[in-house]
Nanobody
Framework: QIQLVESGGGLVQPGGSLKLSCVTY????????LTWYRRAPGKKRELVAA???????KYADSVKGRFTISRDDAANTMTLQMNNLRPEDTAVYYC????????????WGDGIQVTVSS
Protein backbone atom coordinates (compact mmCIF):
# COMPACT_ATOMS: atom_id res chain seq x y z
CA GLN A 1 0.00 0.00 0.00
CA ILE A 2 1.34 3.40 -0.99
CA GLN A 3 1.46 5.98 1.79
CA LEU A 4 3.11 9.33 2.35
CA VAL A 5 3.15 10.22 6.04
CA GLU A 6 3.99 13.74 7.20
CA SER A 7 5.15 14.63 10.70
CA GLY A 8 6.76 17.48 12.61
CA GLY A 9 4.13 20.18 12.33
CA GLY A 10 2.73 22.23 15.17
CA LEU A 11 2.61 25.66 16.74
CA VAL A 12 5.72 27.84 16.85
CA GLN A 13 6.41 31.49 17.60
CA PRO A 14 7.60 33.86 14.89
CA GLY A 15 11.32 33.44 14.37
CA GLY A 16 11.20 29.84 15.48
CA SER A 17 11.98 26.62 13.64
CA LEU A 18 10.27 23.40 12.71
CA LYS A 19 11.39 20.35 10.78
CA LEU A 20 8.84 18.52 8.68
CA SER A 21 9.38 14.94 7.59
CA CYS A 22 7.66 12.83 4.96
CA VAL A 23 8.17 9.10 5.07
CA THR A 24 6.98 7.12 2.05
CA TYR A 25 5.86 3.52 1.81
CA UNK A 26 5.31 1.37 -1.24
CA UNK A 27 7.08 3.46 -3.88
CA UNK A 28 10.57 3.27 -5.42
CA UNK A 29 11.57 6.45 -3.58
CA UNK A 30 14.74 7.20 -5.55
CA UNK A 31 12.78 7.49 -8.83
CA UNK A 32 10.59 10.32 -7.57
CA UNK A 33 10.78 14.07 -7.44
CA LEU A 34 9.59 15.08 -4.00
CA THR A 35 7.82 18.32 -3.25
CA TRP A 36 6.37 20.22 -0.32
CA TYR A 37 3.26 22.22 -1.08
CA ARG A 38 1.24 24.34 1.31
CA ARG A 39 -2.22 25.84 1.42
CA ALA A 40 -3.01 28.73 3.68
CA PRO A 41 -6.59 29.58 4.63
CA GLY A 42 -8.31 31.34 1.73
CA LYS A 43 -5.36 30.94 -0.58
CA LYS A 44 -4.36 28.67 -3.43
CA ARG A 45 -1.99 25.78 -2.95
CA GLU A 46 1.59 26.82 -3.61
CA LEU A 47 4.87 25.02 -4.13
CA VAL A 48 7.25 25.51 -1.23
CA ALA A 49 10.27 23.41 -2.20
CA ALA A 50 11.14 20.46 -4.40
CA UNK A 51 14.04 18.04 -4.74
CA UNK A 52 14.75 15.80 -7.70
CA UNK A 53 16.28 12.35 -7.71
CA UNK A 54 19.60 13.96 -8.62
CA UNK A 55 19.25 16.26 -5.59
CA UNK A 56 18.63 19.43 -7.58
CA UNK A 57 16.38 21.73 -5.56
CA LYS A 58 14.08 24.66 -6.08
CA TYR A 59 12.30 26.96 -3.66
CA ALA A 60 9.54 29.49 -3.62
CA ASP A 61 10.97 33.00 -3.43
CA SER A 62 9.18 33.53 -0.13
CA VAL A 63 11.13 30.76 1.62
CA LYS A 64 14.57 31.05 0.02
CA GLY A 65 17.27 31.37 2.63
CA ARG A 66 14.94 30.18 5.40
CA PHE A 67 13.84 26.68 4.34
CA THR A 68 15.99 23.72 3.31
CA ILE A 69 14.69 20.60 1.61
CA SER A 70 16.59 17.32 1.70
CA ARG A 71 16.08 13.65 1.01
CA ASP A 72 17.44 10.38 2.35
CA ASP A 73 16.83 7.70 -0.25
CA ALA A 74 17.98 4.92 2.09
CA ALA A 75 15.31 5.92 4.61
CA ASN A 76 12.61 6.82 2.05
CA THR A 77 12.34 10.17 3.78
CA MET A 78 12.16 13.79 2.73
CA THR A 79 12.57 16.64 5.19
CA LEU A 80 11.93 20.36 5.22
CA GLN A 81 13.91 22.38 7.73
CA MET A 82 12.06 25.64 8.32
CA ASN A 83 13.88 28.45 10.10
CA ASN A 84 12.94 32.02 10.93
CA LEU A 85 9.28 31.19 10.54
CA ARG A 86 6.79 33.96 9.89
CA PRO A 87 3.05 34.17 10.49
CA GLU A 88 2.53 34.02 6.73
CA ASP A 89 4.07 30.53 6.72
CA THR A 90 0.99 29.30 8.54
CA ALA A 91 -0.62 26.65 6.34
CA VAL A 92 -1.28 22.98 5.88
CA TYR A 93 1.84 21.45 4.37
CA TYR A 94 1.57 18.53 1.97
CA CYS A 95 4.12 15.99 0.81
CA UNK A 96 3.90 15.13 -2.89
CA UNK A 97 5.80 12.51 -4.87
CA UNK A 98 5.86 12.31 -8.66
CA UNK A 99 7.67 9.65 -10.66
CA UNK A 100 10.23 11.29 -12.90
CA UNK A 101 9.47 9.37 -16.09
CA UNK A 102 6.05 7.79 -15.47
CA UNK A 103 4.01 10.95 -15.06
CA UNK A 104 0.83 9.14 -14.05
CA UNK A 105 2.47 7.89 -10.86
CA UNK A 106 1.93 10.64 -8.31
CA UNK A 107 0.96 10.53 -4.67
CA TRP A 108 -0.06 12.93 -1.90
CA GLY A 109 0.19 12.90 1.83
CA ASP A 110 -2.74 13.94 4.00
CA GLY A 111 -1.10 17.17 5.08
CA ILE A 112 0.09 18.56 8.39
CA GLN A 113 -0.69 21.85 10.08
CA VAL A 114 2.00 24.45 10.72
CA THR A 115 0.94 27.48 12.72
CA VAL A 116 3.24 30.44 13.35
CA SER A 117 1.82 32.72 16.00
CA SER A 118 2.79 34.52 19.17
Amino acid sequence: QIQLVESGGGLVQPGGSLKLSCVTYGIPFSAYTLTWYRRAPGKKRELVAAIESGFATKYADSVKGRFTISRDDAANTMTLQMNNLRPEDTAVYYCYAKHEWQSNREHWGDGIQVTVSS
